[in-house]
């Protein structure tokens, strides 16, 4: 499976931004997708990721409550929108795929996309 990450930008603390997660190659129905971000001198952390199988989701503790993902099968496609950023959610975002898995943990994605940056701040 391939997969294209969009949607980053620049945007004020307290303002929202929309990722998509395009994937091609293969259906995402037994995927899990997860969203992984690293900002300059730390490691990739996983944000949020859902298995498109039964719907679970898992998010970071850090975005609880203003991040939500979300996909649509139809379009294969996994969206992370994003409420009330701040400056400490300024990094290059990733999107990755897993065979079944369920999962926050990078290491255990087999499949990547390119990053898109997110820049908070004022």
């Known amino acids: 499976v391939q997969l294209q990450a969009y949607g980053g930008g620049l945007v004020q603390p307290g303002g929202s931004l929309r990722l998509s997660c395009a994937a091609s190659?293969?259906?995402?129905?037994?995927?899990?997708v997860g969203w992984f971000r690293q900002a300059p001198g730390k490691e990739r952390e996983g944000v949020a990721c859902?298995?498109?199988?039964?719907?679970?989701?898992r998010y970071l503790d850090s975005v609880k409550g203003r991040f939500t993902i979300s996909s649509d099968l139809a379009k294969n496609t996994v969206t992370l929108q994003m409420n009330n950023l701040e400056p400490e959610d300024t990094a290059v975002y990733y999107c990755a795929s897993i065979l079944l898995l369920k999962t926050l943990r990078a290491d255990e994605y087999d499949h990547w996309g390119r990053g898109t940056q997110v820049t908070v701040s004022s």
């Open positions: 190659g293969s259906a995402l129905t037994y995927y899990t």
């Open positions: 859902i298995n498109n199988e039964d719907g679970d989701t």
